[in-house]
């Protein structure tokens, strides 16, 4: 597509995701202007020094006056209040979109508050860092990775839903559709309950640190550093995420369970045929992973470290 896809975007909130997308968004040419707005003025402070957007509001309304597309990339918990907020600001024709992992909460949350013809287009970028703000975002952030669209009806515009993707693969993002409910579901077993366990393990390991003294933390191997990797996550996001996507969550969490005990009773009993033939068979999924481009078979889950 030559051109801007749209000529005023609005990002509200200005962390990672936010950034990584006015940053895209420039590098592809595919936006007019770019308005921003944080609630804490320190971030906006920093987006203005650091030239994150090419305007950034004290208001989230002022933000979203004129927009053709508005991304809401607040907690998921926040988003009903600041589609609240905007509402009057909206012009007819304009498109209301989200960043956030969590599709029918938000679309229960969001779309009482929207005016008729506003069309609203949640979306899911599945990409990021254990990094947040507004100096932790960058254009190729969504290279190759996945976006899911999930249109908030059956009657949401096609047109909309079609301009969003062209925005989304501009940016870099493969894109696809899904209902809300099979994207809860399919995130709760790629992402939430992956996290969860993540934290919880983190949890035992800094109970057990208390009494080894410090050697959980001086010893580290590559499993527990790529957990506290995960556990790094904002921890505001996360407590959004698993309050608002409760079912899906609990019923992963359930299933990771029951493997468990099947584990656990292995181990046990001496069981080395199953415990071998379970991890062959989880292993390949791992390489499919690899395959389909999404992670290297580096340690590091591809990136590189940071040189100071």
């Known amino acids: 597509m030559s051109g801007p896809v749209y000529e005023r975007v609005a990002l509200i909130g200005l962390g990672l995701i936010a950034s990584s997308m006015f940053w895209a968004m420039k590098r592809g040419g595919l936006a007019g202007e770019v308005t921003g707005y944080a609630r804490s003025e320190e971030?906006?402070?920093?987006?203005?020094?650091?030239?994150?957007?090419?305007r950034v509001c004290d208001s989230a309304a002022e933000a979203a006056e004129g927009a053709d597309l508005i991304v809401l990339c607040v907690p998921v918990g926040a988003m009903g209040a600041v589609a609240e907020e905007i509402a009057p600001a909206l012009k007819p024709g304009a498109t209301v979109s989200d960043v956030g992992s969590v599709k029918r909460s938000v679309i229960n949350a969001v779309a009482p508050h929207l005016p008729e013809g506003v069309h609203f287009v949640p979306a899911h970028p599945l990409a990021g860092t254990e990094h947040s703000g507004p100096e932790s975002g960058f254009a190729e952030l969504y290279d190759n990775r996945w976006c899911i669209v999930v249109p908030a009806d059956a009657d949401t515009d096609p047109e909309a839903v079609a301009r969003l993707r062209a925005l989304w693969e501009g940016m870099g993002a493969n894109v696809d559709e899904m209902d809300a409910d099979h994207h809860d579901l399919v995130l709760a077993v790629t992402s939430h309950a992956p996290h969860l366990i993540a934290y919880t393990m983190v949890g035992v390991a800094d109970h057990l640190r208390?009494?080894?003294?410090s050697e959980v933390i001086k010893y580290s191997a590559a499993g527990f550093r790529d957990f506290t990797r995960i556990?790094?996550?904002?921890?505001t996001m996360w407590r959004d995420v698993f309050l608002n996507n409760k079912e899906a969550t609990l019923d992963i969490l359930g299933r990771f369970t029951e493997e468990l005990f099947v584990l656990q009773r292995a181990i046990r009993m001496g069981d080395g045929d199953h415990l071998h033939e379970y991890f062959t068979r989880t292993r390949a999924i791992r390489r499919g992973i690899i395959e389909a481009g999404q992670d290297t078979e580096a340690p590091d889950f591809g990136r590189a470290a940071k040189t100071p």
């Open 43 to 54: 971030t906006r402070d920093t987006a203005r020094r650091i030239g994150l957007c090419d």
């Open 210 to 213: 208390r009494v080894t003294e």
């Open 231 to 235: 556990a790094a996550s904002d921890p």
